[in-house]
């Protein structure tokens, strides 16, 4: 029953460095979401997926990469850390349930990164 | 992308009390959903409201959403500390993903 998985759940950084965060989905969903979540900010999105092979930006791209080359998969990159990178990280993936709008979403227990 | 406000940011109550939450826009939402996130966790949707002056009941929880679907409230009666947590309304975004409120973050203290 492991729904979205996201690793690391801890990482410490250096100005500079780059890394990617893993997430992965046993549920089929077609859609597929990152956000960051900074204090006072609610969840921001970073980038978004509608299926294999295609990804768009979201609120707050700037720094980060994404691709989604299968259903399951949708790895963040971080190119070249920077300290404004310091928040928490959520993948989500979703199904739509029908009507106007309505998806459901779950989401992974976050990666909480921070940069030095 | 439409711009979501929540109300208050804070809220600290004693166990039993009844309280409120808002959500407000300026533009009409398709559907709006409400998520409640807790410490270390990640958030998980608690309902979905999609039509003008639809209530909703999740034990406790009262959601209405507004006649004109620009609003939505999450009322909750004789609060727990098994409440605690932040407090999240979201609308549609694009490609499916969702745009939120900063949200409204919960102490329910015994």
């Known amino acids: 029953n492991a729904g979205v998985t996201q690793t690391p759940k801890f990482q410490v950084l250096k100005t500079g460095q780059s890394m990617t965060l893993q997430c992965a989905q046993d549920m089929n969903h077609e859609y597929m979401s990152w956000y960051r979540q900074d204090p006072g900010m609610g969840l921001r999105l970073i980038h978004y997926s509608v299926g294999a092979g295609i990804t768009d930006q979201g609120e707050v791209p700037n720094g980060y990469n994404v691709s989604r080359s299968t259903t399951e998969d949708f790895p963040l990159r971080l190119l070249s850390a920077a300290p404004s990178q310091t928040s928490v990280y959520f993948c989500?993936?979703?199904?739509?349930?029908?009507?106007?709008?309505?998806?459901?979403?779950?989401f992974g227990q976050g990666t909480r990164l921070t940069v030095v | 992308t439409q711009l979501l406000e929540q109300s208050p940011q804070f809220l600290s109550i004693q166990e039993g009390e009844n309280l409120t939450v808002y959500c407000n826009s300026s533009s009409v939402f398709s559907s709006l959903q409400w998520y409640r996130q807790e410490p270390g966790e990640g958030p998980v949707l608690l309902v979905t409201?999609?039509?003008?002056?639809e209530v909703k009941k999740l034990k406790r929880l009262t959601f209405q959403f507004g006649d004109a679907r620009k609003d939505s409230s999450l009322h909750i009666t004789a609060a727990q500390p098994g409440d605690t947590g932040l407090y999240l309304c979201a609308g549609a975004g694009p490609g499916y993903a969702l745009n939120f409120g900063k949200g409204t973050s919960l102490l329910v203290t015994p």
């Open positions: 989500a993936s979703s199904y739509y349930v029908g009507g106007s709008m309505n998806t459901e979403a779950f």
């Open positions: 409201v999609v039509t003008g002056g």
